[in-house]
């Protein structure tokens, strides 16, 4: 109930609830000769112990009602049993873990992983204050200096021999760039334990690995967090399409490393050259190729302004990539890949020039793009501009779309270029030609441009 009081910015005065946490935490964890009536009911304090996890975890978040500062000692006094809670046992890991939860799922339904994870978010909650502080700048750069007892928490926990829950493990991974903003320091000399390279810990590199991955994308201020990580992308990047994905994870693994490296070239953290970019393309099949290029569209068509120097940078990799399939002896391998430049097309963001010149040399070695039925769409508008490259760009796509479902579900959009092609005498016979074959392949109704 307080849990959900916070997250409706309701407040209360922790004092008596913190009172009434640490008096929960000095009763026996098992309750003797408590009888279990029915699955609602308890069996112990179990259940009690992670609920207050839970609710600390929410109170020191940076929002109304959070706790106070002058707390500070009663809850880390309640936070570090917590973090030695036996739940989750590895017995339950083994019942209820991967293929049947991935270890960052299985974290934030036990105790022991919830508090790991208020532990954290405690360290930034000490942290926030200490930036309101008289000496704030040199304060901060003490990093873990101004909280040992989180230190020694996180040093405990990344010794296998004491804790070897892949859950916990996974919990370093999600929290890995707040432990950069904590203490670089830090995270620099414990990365490799945190993320693993040996290949008797490749559970636990996965654990952390899988969920950094997958919750943590990159920013343009995360380029530390990439350089301490550096060697762990290229490992990971070795290890391309080698694992079985399982339907029990947050995201595939593989495609969230995809949308790493697209943004870290984004953002300039990566170069063409580079070793880590080389190595994907090499090894991505070409979903994953064609993954990579649809997302880096997407997250351009939903960004307001992208900065020329992005434009220009991702320009160069489209263009490095065809390149790759034209030298191909058979670019039906790179069918996806070329197939997602759709995406970019569809952005409004590139030169239309540009962007329709790319269109066609894609089409022009595959036939196909994505998605096609917004790509028609978009050709319906640089028709007005364009007609001749526009009208040829329906021809292809028409061509390779031998079933025809998606002709027929943007008939409108193919009737636009049409008369925008009509009436330009540079691209009319294009557009005559284009008709023809479409009435050759059933859709009749196109005679009436003609006629028109």
Known sequence: ??????????????????????????????IAGREIRGIEADPDWDWTRKAIADLLSAGLENRPGSIPIGFREKVWAILEPLTEDPDPTPEDEQRYGEPNMDPATLAINTTRGVAMEAAIRYALWVQRHLEKGPDSKEGLQKGFENMPEVREVLNTHLNTAKDPSLAI????????????????????????????????QEAHFDAAWDTYVSFCLPSETSKSVFNLL??????????????????????????????HLMLLYGYGALSLEDSLLADFWKKASDALRGYAISFIGRIVRTCREVPQEVLDRLKRLWETRLEVAKQSQSPA?????????????????????????????????VRKTEPT????????????????????????????DQDGWELHLSMDHIQSILERALRDPNSRKEAEATINYLISRGFLKLKELLKR
């Open 1 to 30: 109930g307080l849990r959900e009081a916070l997250g409706k910015e309701k407040t209360f005065d922790w004092g008596p609830v913190l009172d009434l946490c640490q008096w929960v935490l000095s009763q026996p964890r098992e």
């Open 169 to 200: 493990r996974a919990v370093y991974g999600f929290w890995f760039p707040w432990l950069v903003v904590l203490d670089e320091q830090w995270a620099r000399e414990h990365v490799g334990y945190i993320f693993p390279l040996d290949e008797n």
């Open 230 to 259: 550096r060697e762990q992308y290229y490992h990971a990047v070795q290890r391309v399409g080698t694992r079985e994905y399982h339907a029990s994870w947050p995201a595939n693994p593989d495609e969230k490393l995809a949308e």
């Open 333 to 365: 391998e790179f069918a996806k890949e070329l197939a997602a430049f759709g995406w970019w097309f569809t952005s409004d963001k590139f030169d239309v020039s540009w962007a329709l010149e790319n269109l066609l040399e894609s089409l022009r070695l």
């Open 373 to 400: 039925s917004t790509v028609l769409e978009h050709l319906g508008k640089t028709a007005q501009q364009y007609p001749l490259q526009s009208v040829r760009c329906l021809k292809m796509i028409a061509e390779g």
